[in-house]
């Protein structure tokens, strides 16, 4: 075995549990500053500087844009299908301060002291090293700058009613976070990591998204129906071991029963940071 392949064969997944399947990118495009930053606002200035990095299909990062007018926001994922998705959403709204690029978030390919903000929103629990990820994203911030993320706390999810597909939901789901490399729990321990990254200074909030009018679990619920059998989540269950297809059906089945209950409640609590020097 060459000292190549054992590198390789020791080094962590670092994979994206979701993939980018449509379903993935329906629940996605739902998200603004308004529903999923809204501990940044008080912090955005017109004319800054923001990278937002894990900008998905682009919502946030164009909302952002906006809200920082005249400023520039540079929106950066690893999939170009991504960011080529999210720079047609910025030119359909108009919105010309926005520009996207593919990047790699261990190695950002700007000098030092380059932003004013760097934003990222449930990024941090897909890495297998977010410290790593955070001191980076510290290299590229100027003095003054902040660094604001925000992650889903898997450990705090609430379901309601108690429906077994769904209790199998959440056991799979969190194996197969753990062996792609992440953190289903990564909201709790943001604090900890940005401290470790070097950052001297970190304010912590939290929030939650809510489902439970028709409407909303009619999106939700389908969302993941869907996702279950259909996205990465599934063949990644699958090749991990921890669900067969026939598991993974039952959970979609769940959901639906889920979705039609109009006593079904979901409840995501997520951890936040802003951490300055």
Not at 169 to 188: I, L, T
Request: hydrophobic fraction near 45%; proline fraction near 4%; glycine fraction near 10%.
């Amino acid at each position: 075995m060459t000292d190549q392949t054992a590198s390789s064969e020791s080094a962590p997944r670092d994979q994206y549990t979701h993939g980018h399947h449509e379903s993935v990118l329906r629940s996605h495009t739902w998200r603004t500053v308004a529903n999923s930053a809204a501990y940044l606002i008080p912090e955005l200035a017109a004319g800054g500087v923001l990278l937002d990095v894990g900008c998905g299909p682009g919502t946030i990062t164009v909302d952002l844009a906006r809200r920082i007018a005249p400023g520039r926001v540079v929106g950066l994922d690893a999939s170009s299908e991504i960011v080529e998705r999210a720079a047609g959403l910025a030119a359909d709204a108009g919105v010309h301060n926005a520009q996207f690029q593919v990047g790699n978030i261990y190695a950002l390919d700007f000098p030092d002291a380059s932003f004013d903000i760097v934003h990222a929103h449930q990024v941090m629990q897909h890495l297998a090293r977010p410290v790593a990820a955070m001191a980076e994203i510290r290299r590229v911030l100027r003095p003054g700058g902040v660094f604001a993320a925000r992650d889903v706390d898997y450990g705090g999810v609430m379901i309601a009613p108690v429906i077994d597909g769904l209790t199998e939901w959440m056991r799979v789901y969190r194996e197969v976070h753990y062996w792609n490399g992440g953190d289903p729990d990564a909201g709790r321990s943001l604090k900890a990591w940005a401290l470790a990254a070097g950052f001297t200074s970190v304010t912590s909030s939290a929030s939650m998204w809510c489902f439970a009018s028709d409407a909303e679990r009619e999106w939700w619920g389908e969302s993941w129906a869907v996702r279950v059998t259909e996205s990465s989540f599934a063949a990644h269950a699958i090749e991990a071991g921890v669900a067969e297809l026939a598991d993974l059906k039952r959970m979609a089945a769940a959901w639906r029963v889920w979705l039609r209950d109009p006593t079904g409640w979901f409840g995501m609590p997520h951890g936040e940071i802003l951490a300055r020097d």
